[in-house]
């Protein structure tokens, strides 16, 4: 098929023929086609059905306000819905469907919604389908979501992949028009770093679209010099098909770029880039958009933007009909008429709202004044329209221009309201812009040609002038003021048949006067009740004209009526975009412990702690599931040694002078009479006097300490030392660097510990019990000379070290570890085997470091030295956390020793009810114990040290389930502590 | 003889790759000792600085090279510094504190870090995609050093030459730290 409403001009590439397809139709078109265009120059108007009423569509404008052109682009996992043909870009291949009906597009089912529309207005779905109230969820809303709604999702993943930036400027410029172009050349010459954003392909803005002169030259063939010119800037970067689209604090703007939408395939490349440019100052040259006039039927296809209507025909050599009528309040909408005559398309009519003369010669068009269009015929695409005197004009186009509204869009970004200005009949920019930001050309009202383009290269002089710039002497570049004069007219009060102010979201000048008279005044309850603006488009040409319509039935004006603000994005943004890089294994990076590859060898089950990958159990041939393994560690580790990473506990290193005086700051128990050479157990408070952290922390020499923290608090306990050297305690000479990657460090646990780290630890180190006793702690050598650091501490309550290695030689330390205790059977454990240990032993973590618990429920409390203050120390002296019947953390077994302890099961006494009110505690931690040969647990009991050997019920209404349990010391293994000391 | 002897195996050792425009690689044998300068002895350590490398310690975000082009002092805040050399084993803060007689107290950081030199026409290009700071040739010249988070892994940018830069993030999250550089390579060859 030829392209029947293809005419003559235009910047398509006419020597590259493109190939389309819509709704599996063959078509035609040509490079620099957008598929809207590509669509009306196939004679294509109806391309699409409406949110609500499955009313039939076309194309209203011919850029990202388009509110009814959406369709779905691409097949298979490639599909993308609801994308506005008039910015897609039309590429050879493209395939495109319509969306939102059921059977063809022509023929959809779901109209006849449209008949019920006397049931569906505004609201409809919060007086109706209340009853019975457990339909809502299984009936209602599914059915209405079925029938409402756009285009549908692939349910695939994504194949696509999304990158993200940052960018660097002294100054931004968003968009590309004349006052952008004016406002990039001016500040380009001064020097400044300059970015120029367009959501356009081609940039440019209105002077593709338009016949005006620059410079005596074309506005096309001028924006591409000055385009040419900036290129050539290495100052410059000019970013097109890039929507600027968040404007947020401190200069910073959102920005997405569309890299390969308008290529048939990515290539492997990310499809779309979100940058976060910061800029020093920013210009906002959005430009304004044109808003429709509200009459009867005014949503068929063929009912256009007047604007629209000429960029169709000027920028695309396409007309979007054969016999054209125009319908304007303005001088704005006389252009198009003009420039379509002047391109041999029949404009028929001009029908002007104002009882004025003619704005300029039109050949062939009957200028009807003071006259309004109330109807139209033609329930696929127009034939008619029925003006307010009953006469009855033929027609395939309607242009409609309602006059323009400057794009105020960014300026609210950070809740800057827009104010009303008379002479244009328009909202602009308030004076409470974001930091940096200044507005030129027709965002900021400068609604002609010439006044764009001088104020773009002024606004933008002065923006530069401000960051130490010394502006070029250029002057701006020369263009005329085109009549621009506007009678405002929002809707033709005579329509009787349903008028439209969102198409979008299908909501009726109607829908905008019941929800009045209901009794919704603000204009934010307007649009929540009748969803107007609330839609894709965000209600780009209805918001203004729908309060207009507000303003009218509350009798006041415009600006007293109020505006709505705008929120970013200014046009939708993918989630696969705001995903970007983080999705999959890439969701977040991963942290590996030195002897990972070991680990990944030798049967390990890793499980993420934070970012860390820690190996959870060593899985051995022949074990049927975690337990087994788990079991197996725990035993062998008690019987003879075991080995564990524990490299992921943070580690800090700290010296100075007044070192020991400040870990009596942050620990609760005091640190200044830790001999060099020994290691002790600390205990670290919030300032409310909640524990917040515990370790070890080892004395290496008079002035430097080296600590330890939990997996989880490694950077938190980091950021918060350095709170209190920084602002606490400035005085002190203490100084602060995370090791955490640099040791490996491994525990070596149980009764042969020593025997294995004998054959490692060079000779000339004594670790004898005598020379290297429990909490010993020390620079050594081992495997020949490479530097290593021993402590003598025990998680597990077996006699036990820890040993560290620079990081480099871990993956080879646990092979020689495993080597060396191959005489002693012994076993690599996981993190599972780990809390079984440190539960049988009695040992908190991180269960019972809930940031609710303090050092006297942890049976810590003589820990917090009274000698000395610390953080946290004054209001953990607070009486409600020292009652008498305080919890305190106890061991707990189950009398019917075969049942399975169930953590976070509460406890109530025996002959209580098991309500809130009697709550007694509840149960932080169990496990099997295959050392007893039973499940035990940890919990928290009211005054549980003095109540050995009572038996509670241990409760959860979660599970369901009920128990005896005996209260019992914390301490299943070797309450004495022999074993470690041994 | 001892009886067990031990391999180093650095993260990212040996790693050296060309791409269209880039080099990415990581250096061999990179020491790296902390230096902190003790409270009122600010003066002293800066002295024992300038007296072991022949170069005065640089303000904070800046570095430089020693007298010999051997090392490089990094300041990163008032009163912590890094030295940067090349060194095989990772032995070397006894080295360092001996240099300095004392007078700043020294941490070994050798393999608390990895590290990533990248350089080339379009180094800047592929770091647009994961750092954030403006590192334009006039914004961060040569020398200039910078703490920075790149797809969140804390990241130190040191820009070592025309169009080069180390990059320093923790050894523990090397391989993700580098899939994120040579992902960000790769989307925009």
Not at chain 1, 279 to 300: C, H, M, Q, W, Y
Not at chain 1, 810 to 815: C, H, P
Request: charged share 20%; glycine share 10%; net charge negative.
């Amino acid at each position: 098929m030829t392209q029947p409403n293809r005419i003559e001009g235009g910047q398509v590439d006419r020597s590259k023929e493109v190939k389309f397809t819509f709704n599996g139709k063959n078509m035609r078109g040509y490079a620099g086609d957008t598929l809207a265009s590509a669509l009306l120059a196939n004679g294509q108007r109806l391309v699409g059905r409406s949110f609500k009423y499955h009313r039939p569509r076309g194309i209203l404008t011919c850029g990202s306000e388009e509110p009814n052109a959406l369709v779905q682009l691409r097949s298979g996992a490639h599909q993308e819905p609801n994308t506005r043909a008039t910015v897609t870009e039309l590429f050879d291949g493209l395939t495109a469907t319509s969306q939102n009906h059921r059977g063809s597009l022509e023929h959809d089912l779901m109209a006849v919604t449209d008949l019920l529309a006397p049931f569906l207005s505004a609201g409809f779905y919060y007086k109706t389908f209340m009853w019975p109230k457990a339909f809502w969820e299984k009936l209602y809303e599914p059915m209405i979501r079925k029938s409402a709604g756009l285009g549908s999702l692939s349910m695939q993943d994504d194949p696509d992949s999304y990158d993200k930036g940052f960018l660097h400027c002294d100054l931004l410029v968003i968009g590309a028009g004349p006052a952008g172009l004016s406002a990039a050349l001016a500040a380009g010459r001064s020097g400044a770093r300059v970015i120029l954003a367009d959501e356009d392909f081609t940039p440019g803005g209105r002077l593709n679209a338009e016949t005006l002169e620059i410079d005596g030259m074309g506005g096309a063939d001028w924006a591409a010099q000055a385009l040419a010119e900036l290129a050539a800037m290495d100052n410059v970067r000019v970013m097109t098909r890039t929507t600027v689209y968040g404007a947020y604090d401190h200069g910073i703007y959102g920005a997405l770029e569309r890299c390969t939408d308008h290529l048939a395939s990515s290539d492997g490349k990310p499809r779309q880039i979100l940058w976060r440019i910061y800029s020093k100052r920013a210009v906002l040259a959005a430009g304004s958009t044109e808003r429709p006039i509200a009459f009867g039927n005014n949503d068929r296809p063929g009912i256009m933007l007047a604007g629209a209507v000429r960029a169709y025909v000027n920028r695309f050599g396409v007309t979007p009909g054969q016999q054209v009528a125009v319908f304007t309040n303005n001088d704005d909408g006389w252009r198009t008429a003009a420039d379509l005559a002047a391109k041999g398309v029949e404009v028929t009519n001009i029908i002007d709202t104002r009882d004025a003369p003619a704005v300029c010669d039109v050949p062939g068009a009957r200028h009807i004044r003071n006259a309004a269009v109330m109807d139209t015929v033609g329930r696929k695409g127009l034939k008619s329209v029925t003006l307010t005197s009953g006469q009855v004009i033929p027609a395939d186009c309607l242009a409609v221009s309602g006059g323009w509204n400057p794009n105020v869009h960014l300026t609210c970004h950070q809740r800057g309201r827009p104010e009303w200005r008379d002479d244009i009949s328009a909202f602009v920019p308030g004076r409470d812009l974001p930091v940096g930001m200044a507005v030129a050309g027709a965002a900021n009202g400068a609604m002609t040609l010439a006044a764009a383009l001088t104020e773009g290269r002024d606004v933008a002089n002065a923006q530069i002038k401000d960051l130490g710039f010394t502006a070029s002497r250029k002057t701006a570049p020369k263009a005329e003021d085109e009549p621009r004069d506007c009678a405002p007219m929002w809707h033709v009060g005579e329509s009787k048949n349903r008028a439209w102010v969102d198409q979008q979201n299908d909501v009726t000048v109607k829908d905008i006067k019941q929800s009045y008279r209901e009794g919704f005044r603000s204009v934010e309850h307007l649009k929540r009740y009748t969803t107007l603006g609330m839609a894709t488009d965000q209600g780009k040409t209805a918001n203004i004209p729908a309060l207009a319509i507000m303003a009218e039935c509350t009798g006041k004006s415009i600006p007293e009526t109020g505006t709505t603000i705008f929120r970013p994005p200014y046009t939708p943004i993918p989630l696969g975009a705001l995903g970007g890089r983080a999705r999959g294994k890439d969701f977040r990076p991963y942290r590996l412990t030195p002897s990972h590859d070991w680990a990944s060898k030798n049967g390990a089950t890793f499980v993420e702690v934070g970012n860390w990958l820690r190996a959870q159990w060593y899985a051995r041939p022949g074990e049927q599931g975690w337990r087994d393994s788990v079991d197996r560690e725990v035993v062998m580790t008690r019987n003879s040694v075991g080995i564990c990473d524990v490299t992921t506990l943070g580690k800090i290193d700290i010296q100075g002078k007044d070192a020991a005086d400040f870990l009596n700051v942050v620990y609760a128990n005091a640190f200044g009479k830790l001999p060099v050479g020994k290691v002790r157990y600390g205990l670290m408070l919030r300032e409310d006097g909640i524990c917040y952290d515990d370790g070890t922390t080892a004395r290496m020499g008079e002035n430097h300490f080296v600590m330890t923290t939990t997996t989880a608090n490694a950077v938190l306990v980091f950021r918060r030392m350095e709170f209190v050297r920084q602002c606490l305690c400035p005085d002190m000479d203490v100084h602060l660097i995370s090791t955490t990657d640099g040791w490996a460090q491994f525990a070596v646990a149980g009764p042969n510990a020593r025997n294995l780290l004998r054959k490692v630890v060079d000779e000339d180190h004594d670790i004898s019990n005598e020379a290297f006793p429990f909490m010993a702690c020390g620079e050594v050598t081992v495997c020949g000379g490479t530097p290593a650091r021993l402590f003598r501490i025990s998680f597990s309550g077996e006699l036990a070290y820890e040993i560290a290695v620079p990081a480099r030689y871990g993956n080879a330390m646990i092979e020689v570890l495993m080597k060396a205790g191959e005489e002693f059977d012994a076993v690599p454990y996981g993190t599972e085997a780990l809390g079984v240990m440190r539960i049988e032993k009695g040992h908190a973590a991180g269960n019972e470091l809930n940031g609710q618990t303090t050092a006297l429920n942890l049976g810590l409390g003589g820990m917090v030295s009274a000698k000395k203050d610390c953080i946290g120390k004054t209001l953990a002296q607070r009486p409600e956390m020292n009652r008498d019947d305080a919890i305190r953390l106890v061991g707990f077994r189950p009398v019917d020793r075969s049942l399975k302890l169930i953590a976070g099961s509460h406890f109530i006494n025996q002959d209580e009810e098991a309500v809130m009110a009697n709550d007694q505690g509840w149960m932080t931690s169990v496990a099997y114990s295959p050392s007893l040969g039973h499940s035990i647990g940890l919990g928290f009991i009211k005054s549980g040290h003095e109540r050995m050997g009572e038996i509670v019920r241990a409760v959860s209404p979660i599970h369901d389930t009920e128990m005896d349990v005996e209260i019992v010391s914390a301490h299943f293994i070797d309450p004495e502590g022999e074993r470690l000391r041994a | 003889m001892p009886e067990f002897t031990l391999i180093s195996a650095p993260p990212l050792a040996g790693y050296d790759q060309s791409f269209d425009g880039v080099t990415l690689s990581a250096p061999a044998d990179l020491a790296i000792v902390s230096i902190a300068l003790p409270l009122g002895g600010e003066a002293a350590a800066e002295n024992a600085i300038s007296a072991a490398y022949g170069a005065a310690l640089p303000a904070p975000g800046k570095s430089v090279l020693s007298k010999d082009g051997k090392a490089r002092l990094v300041r990163l805040s008032p009163d912590a510094a890094f030295v940067i050399f090349t060194h095989a084993t990772p032995d070397v803060e006894p080295h360092v504190a001996a240099r300095l007689k004392g007078d700043a107290y020294t941490t070994d950081q050798t393999d608390v870090w990895t590290g990533l030199e990248i350089a080339g026409p379009r180094a800047r290009t592929a770091l647009e995609r994961i750092c954030p700071l403006d590192i334009s040739p006039q914004t961060f010249v040569e020398g200039d050093a910078a703490r920075t988070i790149m797809e969140h892994l804390g990241v130190l940018i040191i820009r070592t030459g025309d169009d080069g830069f180390l990059l320093l993030s923790a050894s523990s999250s090397a391989k993700s730290f580098l899939h994120a550089v040579e992902t960000s390579i790769h989307n925009t060859a």
